[in-house]
T-cell receptor
């Protein structure tokens, strides 16, 4: 069985300050882990993906995530938030040969001036 | 850059009617998926499809639902008799591979079809 837990349903940061969105996963096998972003009234866009090649993964728009097996975590970070980062962020896991993705409940990121 | 497309963007239907949601996956992809997101809830897997057959489906995907690849480019989701609780955003996705851990298993999503059942 696989699952993800996003520890915060809502995060608010000021523009220019760091972003941290937390995700813990549970998996019976070596997982592939993803972060997707959903802007209002838009579809799901892939931010980044971990596939065991490197534990620190860099994605689009300055985001990155670090896979920590000992902590079963895959937190998403960005050094400096921008107003355009305001969106819903989903941590997603895919394990074994099952092709389905399992989504977390999402974290809504609010960026204020 | 290739992308997954979906039509229509918004579909309104009466309860009990049949609807067909259409998707055009990325052309060299072999695995196709449908997910749904009920308003305010998380994205849920419905079904995966490979080599003209369903490879996995969730408990949500009951006999009211069916999928088809009618030609070389389209991938459709049919709901035979819609219910109020079918109202949701439906996302189509595709990937080159279906095996986790491969660099080719990344699923690319379309913009979604918002289905409203009245």
């Amino acid at each position: 069985a696989q699952s993800v837990t996003q520890l915060d349903s809502h995060v608010s940061v000021s523009e220019g300050t760091p972003v941290l969105l937390r995700c813990n996963y549970s998996s019976s096998y070596s997982p592939s882990l993803f972060w997707y972003v959903q802007h209002p009234n838009k579809g799901l866009q892939l931010l980044l993906k971990y596939t065991s090649a490197a534990t620190l993964v860099k994605g689009i728009n300055g985001f990155e995530a670090e896979f920590k097996k000992s902590e079963t975590s895959f937190h998403l970070t960005k050094p400096s938030a921008h107003m355009s980062d305001a969106a819903e962020y989903f941590c997603v896991v895919n394990t074994g040969t099952a092709s389905k993705l399992t989504f977390g409940t999402g974290t809504r990121l609010q960026v204020t001036l | 850059e290739p992308e997954v497309t979906q039509t229509p963007s918004h579909q309104v239907t009466q309860m009990g009617q049949e609807v067909i949601l259409r998707c055009v996956p990325i052309s060299n992809h072999l695995y196709f998926y449908w997910y749904r997101q009920i308003l305010g809830q998380k994205v849920e897997f419905l079904v995966s499809f490979y080599n003209n057959e369903i490879s996995e489906k969730s408990e949500i995907f009951d006999d009211q639902f069916s999928v088809e690849r009618p030609d070389g480019s389209n991938f459709t989701l049919k709901i035979r008799s819609t219910k109020l609780e079918d109202s949701a955003m439906y996302f189509c996705a595709s990937s080159v591979s279906g095996t986790s851990g491969s660099v080719r298993d990344t699923q690319y999503f379309g913009p979604g079809t918002r289905l409203t059942v009245l």
